[in-house]
């Protein structure tokens, strides 16, 4: 009956066997893929914003946002560790054995019995042979020992002893980039948030009003984030995200931004950017100046200081708000990125949050051919328009006319979320570039007067044309012509839509919409007329006329959905830019990178490198003759070794025998 192995004897097996560590590095493998895709550490709105709520909350779950300190993925990586140190433990006495035993005791029988073996009788004295195999094997890098018993001796020899090393320096070599890992991971944050020593802070406040909990000392152990510096600025701390909150990491030393360069292309794409940093250092005797870009960071105390991306650092704007409806007044702000704005009117408050500020702005457009090209359609402001209420609508303003199919356009997109994508306004540019001959045609559309004069005008000359004199019925289309021109200013064309649906029935819907769309359209035309008037402009209308006439209905069309009482124009600008660094201190980066060394070379060892072994059996003979068995085995590479084997049994047959008495071979010859 079997002896049943020990609890502790199949636990050990169990964490030792091959098949736990290839599951576990497969785990770890499609986790660090998850990590890899899926941008991690970033603040949890922008994941909901991404995924969606159901996403969002079975993503949390997992804990797919921060992979790498997940409990599951660092209980993981403990039971890799362990299983790979049990393995090694386990396997390297008998890999000691097998570098220290030349097996010089092998029997002449089991040497006949290898595949590659060579049998050969010479008339060399068995001394002669004995003194040829040597130095032939010593030429040839084996080590070997020799035993002489029962007349006959063996001359065992071996090398590549080292693929083994590659075994002990694989495996060590992944254990120690999993602790270097660890010694760069959150784990010591995360113990000290389970003992209720730290908290994240969740809230957007200013970093000197964060509260000790969540601070971090200078001398954290390692630490990996973030901080955007003005122009000009120092800081001495970085933002460490965690979860839906972040830390404030102190800094041993103080950075400055001295000066930011960026450099475009030609169609305004980023090119390359670099900082001049100073670093303020009670231990230095001045301050220590370098400049960073790209893949060239500066490491100071063990700390890198790479140049992460840039930003706004504040930016000078000169915003000019022009208002979409009479009961609101014009404004000149003078504003800063980054800053909010208190706006009055006559009927509701708002507050206006400028954002960011862009200088370039690479966005997809047509070319004359009507191909999709890049084109930098220039500066920007993007701002939050909030209401007393709270609610708030996003807005991005470019400063320059944009050029569509020939004509010029003032851009501005609009979203109530940041999930969504931007709805635009187009207000079509006046012939002296500016947007004075559209506001001033909204502003006329809304006077009821100058409607109801225009209107008049019209229906009485048309009336005229057609030899009608009717008082009643003139009255009428007047008052058609004021109330519809009214209604659309306010509502737009849905509002005419939702008027039409509640006043006639549905067969009767579509011929009333098309008599009211052409009331309409004559008393917005009337006044367009009067528009130019007023700019002196008294000539027959030409085709360009006319398409500013149809670009600027489009436009007031979709004003009642802006959200926006005011178009708030960019008029001008003083660019400030920051720089985005990235701040880390790694100790475990050097440790990763021993053990990825270490894993390069095993790997290398283990696969360029075989153990082979060789046995040369010698017996003396009579008449001074001497009996030769020539035998071989490698671990690896049996086709290269059997070639190898075979030039070696060839040169001991040149060398050896100078008469074959008797050959006879059972390997492969």
């Not at 209420?389 to 320059?400: C, D, H, R, T, V």
């Not at 919409?513 to 009337?526: H, I, Q, W």
Request: proline content about 4%; charged content about 20%; some cysteine.
């Amino acid at each position: 009956m079997k002896n049943t192995p020990s609890t502790s004897t199949r636990l050990i097996n169990f964490l030792g066997s091959m098949n736990l560590a290839i599951t576990l590095l497969v785990v770890v493998a499609i986790a660090s893929i998850i990590g890899t895709i899926l941008k991690q550490n970033q603040p949890y709105t922008d994941y909901q914003i991404k995924f969606g709520s159901f996403w969002f909350d079975l993503f949390r779950m997992l804990g797919l946002y921060d992979v790498y300190s997940a409990v599951w993925f660092l209980t993981i990586l403990a039971f890799l560790v362990i299983s790979i140190a049990t393995c090694v433990g386990r396997n390297t006495p008998g890999v000691l054995r097998e570098l220290r035993h030349f097996r010089e005791n092998v029997q002449e029988k089991s040497l006949r019995a290898m595949k590659h073996q060579h049998n050969l009788t010479t008339h060399l004295p068995a001394a002669e042979a004995q003194s040829f195999a040597q130095r032939l094997l010593t030429n040839q890098g084996f080590r070997m020992r020799q035993k002489t018993a029962d007349g006959h001796t063996v001359i065992a020899a071996m090398k590549g002893g080292s693929n083994h090393w590659g075994y002990w320096l694989t495996h060590i070599g992944i254990i120690v980039i999993c602790l270097g890992g660890l010694m760069d991971s959150r784990l010591p944050l995360m113990v000290a948030e389970w003992q209720g020593k730290l908290t994240p802070e969740t809230r957007n406040i200013p970093a000197s009003d964060v509260p000790a909990i969540s601070q971090l000392p200078a001398t954290s152990f390692s630490y990996r984030g973030n901080v955007d510096i003005p122009e000009g600025n120092r800081a001495n701390i970085i933002f460490l995200p965690m979860r839906d909150g972040y830390y404030v990491q102190h800094l041993p030393f103080e950075v400055e931004v001295k000066a930011f360069r960026v450099e475009h292309y030609s169609t305004g794409m980023p090119k390359s950017f670099e900082s001049d940093l100073l670093i303020h250092d009670k231990d230095l005797p001045a301050p220590l100046e370098k400049t960073i870009s790209v893949n060239h960071p500066l490491i100071y105390k063990g700390i890198a200081l790479y140049q992460a991306n840039f930003g706004d650092g504040g930016s000078e704007v000169k915003l000019r708000l022009h208002p979409f409806s009479t009961r609101y007044a014009a404004q000149d702000l003078d504003g800063k990125v980054f800053r909010d704005y208190n706006l009055t009117s006559s009927e509701q408050q708002f507050k206006l949050e400028v954002n960011d500020f862009r200088l370039f702005n690479i966005n997809d457009m047509e070319d004359e051919a009507g191909k999709a090209i890049k084109k930098n359609i220039g500066p920007s402001v993007t701002f939050k328009l909030r209401d007393a209420s709270g609610q708030a609508m996003e807005y991005q303003n470019y400063m320059n006319p944009v050029s569509i199919k020939g004509q010029n356009y003032y851009i501005s997109g609009v979203r109530s979320t940041p999930a969504e994508p931007f709805r635009y306004l187009h207000i079509p540019v006046d012939a002296k570039g500016g947007i004075e001959r559209f506001m001033r045609l909204l502003s006329n559309i809304q006077d009821a007067e100058l409607v109801k004069k225009s209107a008049v005008e019209t229906t009485r000359s048309s009336m005229q044309e057609a030899t009608v004199q009717n008082p009643e019925v003139e009255k009428q289309v007047v008052e058609s012509m004021i109330r519809l021109t009214m209604l659309f200013a306010t509502k737009g064309a849905d509002g005419i839509t939702q008027e039409i649906a509640e006043r006639f029935p549905q067969e009767k819907q579509e011929s009333a919409s098309e008599a009211f769309m052409k009331v309409l359209n004559a008393s917005l035309r009337a006044v367009y007329v009067e528009t130019l008037k007023q700019e002196g402009i008294t000539s027959e209308l030409s085709e360009a006329d006319w398409q500013f006439f149809d670009d600027s209905i489009l436009a007031i069309d979709k004003i009642s959905a802006y959200g926006s009482p005011w178009f708030v124009q960019l008029s001008s600008f003083t660019q400030i830019e920051a720089s985005g660094l990235q701040i880390t201190r790694s100790p475990g980066k050097d440790v990763v990178y021993f053990g990825s060394a270490m894993l390069t070379i095993g790997v290398f060892l283990l696969f360029y490198v075989t153990h082979r072994r060789v046995w040369v059996w010698i017996k003396p003979l009579d008449n001074n003759q001497a009996e030769v068995v020539v035998a071989g085995s490698a671990n690896r590479n049996q086709p290269e070794f059997e070639l190898y084997f075979n030039s070696l049994q060839k040169t001991f047959q040149q060398a050896m025998v100078q008469e074959v008495q008797d050959v006879s071979s059972t390997g492969n010859n």
